[in-house]
T-cell receptor
Framework: GQNIDQPTEMTATEGAIVQINCTYQ??????LFWYQQHAGEAPTFLSY????GLEEKGRFSSFLSRSKGYSYLLLKELQMKDSASYLC?????????FGKGTSLLVTP | DVKVTQSSRYLVKRTGEKVFLECVQD?????MFWYRQDPGLGLRLIYF???????EKGDIPEGYSVSREKKERFSLILESASTNQTSMYLC????????????FGSGTRLTVV
């Protein structure tokens, strides 16, 4: 089975940097995904990691350590519009298994 | 990008009714998925399909079935709706998942009364 853990809530200040952690245990591994979901909307794809290391995409970066079962999403230069839920998901086979999500609140 | 369309944004059904949730993708891609999302529980996989007439159970298939007669359409069926099936239902399709991830539909908020 799969077990994916991430913090329930986080708060950060506009312009700052925030790191959202995700730990996982899985029976198979075809990659780790991060999604962003604004309230009342569908999740949107942010990043994909399958090899160890850091993937950078603009203000967002994602890191993976397969041996530690650990990933993080790094958000730089936070903006108010970054207030959303961030979902960590693991693909053990065909389908994604999601964590419960981290609700990020960005304050002025 | 794959575009995924769910036919209804909001639905209200009565206990015991048979309910159909429809999902259509506009690209010729094999993989389609149904999730439900509940507060505090996150997204949970109900069923998925990797080809026409193929289906696989996810983590919570009880009380649900699916139909995939054509590649572009993946339907979720609640055989006899119950109040514990009140939820947000999200359909997703995947192109190159490693590049684009899954594309989700806008969701159907189902209330069973």
């Amino acid at each position: 089975g799969q077990n994916i853990d991430q913090p329930t809530e986080m708060t950060a200040t506009e312009g700052a940097i925030v790191q959202i952690n995700c730990t996982y245990q899985t029976s198979g591994f075809n990659g780790l995904f991060w999604y962003q979901q604004h309230a009342g909307e569908a999740p949107t794809f942010l990043s994909y990691n399958v090899l160890d290391g850091l993937e950078e995409k603009g203000r967002f970066s994602s890191f993976l350590s397969r041996s530690k079962g650990y990933s993080y999403l790094l958000l730089k230069e936070l903006q108010m519009k970054d207030s959303a839920s961030y979902l960590c998901a693991v693909m053990p086979g065909y389908a994604l298994n999601f964590g419960k999500g981290t609700s990020l609140l960005v304050t002025p | 990008d794959v575009k995924v369309t769910q036919s209804s944004r909001y639905l209200v059904k009565r206990t015991g009714e048979k309910v159909f949730l429809e999902c259509v993708q506009d690209m010729d891609h094999e993989n389609m998925f149904w999730y439900r999302q509940d507060p505090g529980l996150g997204l949970r996989l109900i069923y998925f399909s990797y080809d026409v007439k193929m289906k696989e159970k996810g983590d919570i298939p009880e009380g649900y079935s699916v139909s995939r007669e054509k590649k572009e359409r993946f339907s979720l069926i609640l055989e006899s709706a119950s109040t514990n099936q009140t939820s947000m239902y999200l359909c997703a399709g995947s192109a190159e998942a490693r590049v684009y991830g899954y594309t989700f539909g806008s969701g159907t908020r189902l209330t069973v009364v």
